[in-house]
């Protein structure tokens, strides 16, 4: 007897769990060659703004979290990632039309960037911190903070994965919850990546991954008011300067577009991009 195939719906992935877009959307995902590959929900305005109440909601939890306990998680992570290395391996040759090496490469680099900012989550105060001289029988230190929620559009075209992974993992190092828009034309990775996230340590709520129409949802999160920040990484080809105009009015930290062979680069500089310093006095002790 013939079996039938059992084909893979692609969610989006909010609070820890799978729901469908709440307007029933979806859209077609093809190969680069334009056959047929699975249909993708497509993210509406109430979508994102329930990805941005359950990122608020995971906040406090996730940002008192230990740095250390944090580092665990993200490298927990690449853990989960490496060990579904052949479905996202074939996830990307379909949907990208790479060969089966190429996208292999691509999924070991997701996983060593994991791996490298993993272990930041404890190291990063230390760099990006001071002990400030002042005068007087005081000490004044000043300490990175996160910002809160970060809305990110990831990179549109490269690797599927590891831009994703390059946007999401740097945000998350510091304490900061995501709301990340994936790659339109191709987000199956994406949303397998949300499967790991689901069976890993991360709390639900602390990712939250969209697919749709990034031209659709940006504005919406770059004017909500209780988006902290936003990542216009992948945003290069939309009118990203009055996306920074929507910003403004509810004094959105923006992150402009990058592109060319080093955007996105793994580096220090991303992760204190969404962090805030905090300062505070205290008296020596008297003896």
């Known amino acids: 007897m013939t079996r039938l195939a059992v084909p893979k719906t692609y969610k989006l992935y909010i609070g820890g769990k799978f729901p469908r877009s709440e307007s029933g959307r979806v859209y077609a995902?093809?190969?680069?060659?334009?056959?047929f590959l699975a249909n993708a929900a497509q993210a509406s305005r109430k979508d994102a703004r329930d990805a941005v109440v359950a990122a608020r909601s995971a906040f406090a939890g996730w940002s008192r979290a230990t740095p250390y306990n944090r580092g665990q998680v993200l490298y927990r992570i690449a853990e989960l990632l490496e060990g579904r290395r052949a479905q996202f391996v074939e996830e990307i040759v379909q949907s990208e039309g790479v060969s089966a090496s190429a996208a292999g490469r691509?999924?070991?680099?997701?996983v060593d960037r994991w791996v490298w900012y993993a272990g930041w989550a404890d190291k990063y105060a230390q760099v990006a911190g001071n002990a400030n001289p002042v005068s007087g029988p005081y000490f004044n230190i000043s300490?990175?903070?996160?910002?809160?929620?970060?809305?990110?559009?990831?990179?549109?075209?490269?690797?599927?994965?590891?831009?994703?992974?390059s946007a999401v993992a740097p945000a998350l190092v510091s304490g900061n919850t995501v709301v990340v828009v994936a790659d339109e034309?191709?987000?199956?990775?994406a949303i397998t990546l949300g499967e790991v996230l689901a069976t890993s340590d991360v709390p639900g709520g602390v990712v939250n991954i969209l697919t749709g129409s990034p031209a659709e949802m940006a504005p919406w999160l770059a004017s909500h008011a209780d988006v902290n920040a936003?990542?216009?990484?992948?945003?290069?080809?939309?009118?990203?300067?009055?996306?920074?105009i929507d910003a403004a009015e509810t004094l959105t930290r923006v992150l402009q577009p990058e592109s060319g062979a080093d955007a996105a680069a793994p580096s220090l500089a991303r992760i204190l991009a969404f962090t805030e310093t905090k300062t505070?006095?205290?008296?020596?002790?008297?003896l």
């Open 106 to 110: 691509q999924v070991d680099e997701a």
């Open 280 to 286: 505070v006095w205290h008296t020596k002790g008297l």
């Open 29 to 35: 995902v093809a190969t680069p060659g334009g056959d």
């Open 185 to 189: 034309t191709r987000p199956l990775s």
């Open 230 to 244: 936003i990542d216009l990484l992948g945003a290069g080809d939309l009118d990203w300067v009055h996306l920074e």
């Open 143 to 165: 300490v990175p903070e996160p910002t809160g929620v970060v809305a990110i559009i990831a990179p549109q075209s490269g690797g599927s994965l590891l831009g994703l992974v």
